[in-house]
């Protein structure tokens, strides 16, 4: 097992909704067209960004969308079926042990699917600043949900996610993580403001592509 945290190397678990479902609140301004497209390039330029971060040793995705898995698996990530059913928690705690059944040293983390601006340097600080503990975890950009929960070895990942999801991990014990300029982490979409947002900070190649129906449609109800 790694002895500092610069040495540990991370499996990452990134849940996704089956993409008909995902992103509901984008659908007042995006559309219902444009909505599933969006959501699957955040969840692609997330998992791209992921694995080009030195820390991240491998990401599974737990979905049961095929387009999704199609899409995703060429890009390096393990797909896994959500086998429970039964929500992003069940699905994260499935994907969690799944790889502490494989590799029980496993150092795990949980990630969002809608981190579009998300910078592999950002995600190496936050990393490294978790495998200090048993279990952390990075509240959003809004201070009330969490973009990224971690576990080391010695600790079940417990996810909480979920509106006030802040509130709730903290009152489960894990530490919230205090990191400087890491805003791609915490810069999650659920909203066209949240969308704008990720734009500003510059996001991945295919939300750009995708995001260019949304700022032409947004600017026209401008």
């Not at 993409?19 to 984008?26: D, E, G, I, V």
């Not at 279990?135 to 979920?162: H, K, M, N, W």
């Not at 991990?169 to 999650?188: K, M, N, P, Q």
Request: net charge neutral; charged share 20%.
């Amino acid at each position: 097992m790694p002895e500092t945290a610069s040495e540990t190397e991370w499996a990452l678990i990134i849940p996704l909704k089956p993409l008909h479902l995902a992103k509901s609140r984008l659908a007042a301004e995006a559309g219902e067209v444009l909505r599933p497209s969006l959501a699957l390039a955040f969840a692609e330029d997330t998992v791209a960004a992921a694995l080009a971060c030195p820390l991240v040793g491998a990401v599974s995705v737990v979905t049961d969308d095929p387009l999704a898995a199609r899409r995703l698996a060429p890009l390096g990530a393990r797909v896994l079926p959500d086998a429970p059913g039964r929500g992003l928690n069940a699905a994260l705690a499935y994907g969690a042990a799944t790889i502490r059944h494989e590799a029980p040293g496993a150092w795990v983390a949980a990630l969002n699917a809608d981190l579009p601006a998300l910078r592999p340097e950002e995600l190496g600080r936050v990393l490294a600043a978790a495998g200090g503990h048993p279990r952390s975890f990075l509240a959003d950009a809004a201070g009330v949900g969490t973009t990224l929960l971690a576990a080391s070895p010695r600790a079940e990942l417990a996810p909480a996610f979920g509106g006030a999801s802040r509130a709730r991990h903290l009152g489960t014990g894990a530490v919230e993580l205090a990191v400087a300029g890491v805003d791609s982490v915490r810069r999650d979409v659920d909203t066209g403001e949240d969308l704008r947002g990720a734009l500003a900070l510059g996001v991945g190649p295919r939300t750009a592509a995708s995001a260019r129906a949304f700022t032409g449609s947004a600017a026209s109800r401008g």
